[in-house]
């Protein structure tokens, strides 16, 4: 059986080329052809079929290329849904057929992103479990998960730099063919994820108590106690947790989704029988939701390092990084690393100022912000398509920037698609069965009180998220840093105003709509701009830094 290999190209070969027409817009005209087959992203199919040069920002693009399930054969050939979705299969109904409608496109780049919902899907639930089946008993413990996920939620969002890292260098690693390369970066990136658990945990021991002190402020001291329970037991995690995001990370850079996928899914399943024994049959409230969290956090990481272990390498062994190697791990994602933290420190002061109001609008705000959590995840996977496919087409060997428009297009308008059936599903789930959550009838007017900002933020988030991938994808890195920053000062502004005002949960949630939309606008006029990475000649401001292995 003849395989398709996937190489990179010789060192020689230029980087750059300038594309043989002059694009068109964003949205081009029928001529050439609108709808090409499949995400036919390629003409030239015979000299480029075992010739694809991957780079991009998280290289989750060959997540789905070892399941069986979705990779077909075809006269010998083992084809990848990223071939065909770059169209480079020589033949077939993939890449040479035009006129064909852009549904086609529109179902590739599903069946490429659709199984990695799952790896994104698995850690808001937990805290939605939680949310439910303590919303069942106590509403005190309801308003109290408020700042404790906050704490233990969103602050974990501040390490997402070490996935980063670890995909970027396992990936670069593995095109060498060096195993004990890739070992090596395993190795450190364990050590750096082990060290910053050990220091998070140790923060939460000391200073967790303070912490939520200052959020909740003085009118709501009262949930104090039981937010500092659920926090000090969630925080014994940490070290797994940190850890199992390195080992999650170096499986995804080695084209295994589905090893991931199972541990997550067998920690869902403890967390919500724990949830349900420990709250509903035993009395343990807050605490037992805690412990049966912080549990299935301990058993994914282990399972995701014994994934590693399966694959022939040492997830047990630790090496101590040098400052250099140091370095490197933090410059691949200081970018990202500022986009996290604004989005982390305005959804924390969202919260903070939704405390403020008082005990019932806590626990509301509460249940609608873990459903909001909930729902945008499944946009997640779109932006990591964007990142996967764009660079080959705005600098790669084979730069089309035309049918670089062509694909945003597609992902925008599954996005859009998207954006609006999680805004009805997620409006409806609150709205229509409120008592899921909480059977308290103050709690349930003020979430019904924030129905039309809930909806109007979440259906933009799924296309904002196409864009932001896009603009990671063709490396505008500066732009993505400066533009989240902005966006968070000024809705940060905005909620301080609301919130002076008197306007309570409602005018909370009408910031966060302004924060979702205004990243949506200045995203798209990026992109839209005759200067942008889409519709600029000049692809050297964009230049694609190269991944230096230690």
């Known amino acids: 059986m ?8 010789p060192s020689h070969t230029p980087l750059f080329q300038n594309p043989t027409q002059r694009p068109l817009s964003l949205f081009p005209r029928f001529h050439p052809p609108f709808f090409p087959s499949n995400l ?7 000299s480029r079929r075992n010739r694809i040069t991957t780079a991009c920002i998280n290289p989750s693009e060959e997540l789905i290329d070892n399941d069986p399930k979705i990779s077909g054969e075809s006269d010998g050939d083992i084809v990848s849904v990223s071939e065909k979705l770059l169209g ?38 937990m805290s939605l479990i939680d949310t439910v ?13 408020g700042p404790a996920t906050v704490l233990c939620d969103n602050l974990s969002y501040v390490f997402m730099f070490l996935s980063i890292a670890t995909s970027n260098m396992v990936a670069t690693s593995l095109a060498r063919k060096d195993k004990n390369e890739v070992q090596h970066h395993i190795s450190n990136l364990l050590f750096i994820g082990l060290t910053c658990g050990c220091l998070m945990l140790l923060f939460t021991k000391f200073f967790g108590s303070w912490a939520l002190t200052a959020f909740t402020g003085p009118k709501n001291a009262h949930v104090v106690p039981a937010a500092n329970t659920y926090v000090q037991i969630r925080g014994l995690a940490w070290p797994a947790i940190l850890i199992g995001w390195v080992a999650q990370s170096a499986s995804l850079g080695m084209k295994d989704s589905w090893g991931p996928l199972k541990a997550l899914a067998v920690a869902s399943v403890v967390n919500g029988i724990g949830d349900i024994v420990l709250c509903s049959f035993l009395g343990y409230g807050i ?15 282990y ?29 691949l994602a200081a970018p990202v690393f500022v986009t996290m933290m604004s989005k982390v420190a305005f959804f924390s002061l969202l919260t903070y100022f939704a405390t403020s109001v008082g005990t019932h609008t806590m626990a509301a705000h509460q249940v609608m912000v873990q459903t909001f959590l909930t729902c945008t995840v499944w946009g997640e996977p779109l932006s990591q398509t964007a990142q996967s496919f764009m660079p080959e087409l705005i600098y790669g060997a084979r730069r089309n920037l035309e049918k670089a428009q062509m694909l945003l297009k597609s992902l925008v308008i599954i996005g859009a698609i998207l954006g609006l059936l999680l805004g009805i599903v997620g409006t409806c789930v609150p709205w229509l069965f ?6 308290d009838q103050n709690v349930i007017q003020e979430m019904h009180k924030v129905l039309i900002p809930f909806f109007l933020a979440l259906a933009i988030t799924p296309p904002t998220l196409c864009l932001e991938g896009t603009l990671l994808a063709g490396r505008d890195l500066k732009f993505i840093s400066l533009s989240m920053s902005g966006c968070f000062s000024f809705c940060a502004l905005l909620l301080l105003l609301v919130n002076s005002r008197g306007y309570g949960l409602p005018g909370c949630w009408f910031g966060l709509v302004a924060f979702q939309w205004a990243r949506f606008f200045l995203s798209l ?22 991944l230096k292995a230690t």
């Open 287 to 301: 605490a037992g939701a805690a412990w049966a969290t912080m549990a299935s956090q301990v058993i994914a990481g």
């Open 2 to 9: 003849q395989l398709k290999t996937l190489i990179a190209r």
């Open 40 to 46: 036919s992203l390629s003409s030239t199919l015979k």
């Open 303 to 331: 399972m995701m390092l014994e994934t590693l272990n399966k694959k022939g390498y040492n997830a047990f062994a630790i090496s101590v990084p040098s400052p250099h190697e140091l370095l490197t791990v933090f410059g």
């Open 434 to 439: 409120p008592k899921i959550y909480t059977h």
């Open 525 to 546: 006029r990026r992109l839209l701009s005759p200067n942008g990475i889409l519709d600029s000649d000049d692809s050297s401001q964009y230049n694609l830094e190269k």
């Open 133 to 145: 089946v303590i919303g069942q008993g106590s509403s005190i413990e309801l308003a109290a998960l």
């Open 88 to 125: 480079v299969v020589e033949g077939g109904e993939s890449g040479s057929e035009e006129g064909q409608s852009i549904w086609n496109q529109m179902v590739e780049i599903v069946k490429f992103s659709g199984p990695a919902t799952g790896l994104w899907i698995c850690g808001p639930l």
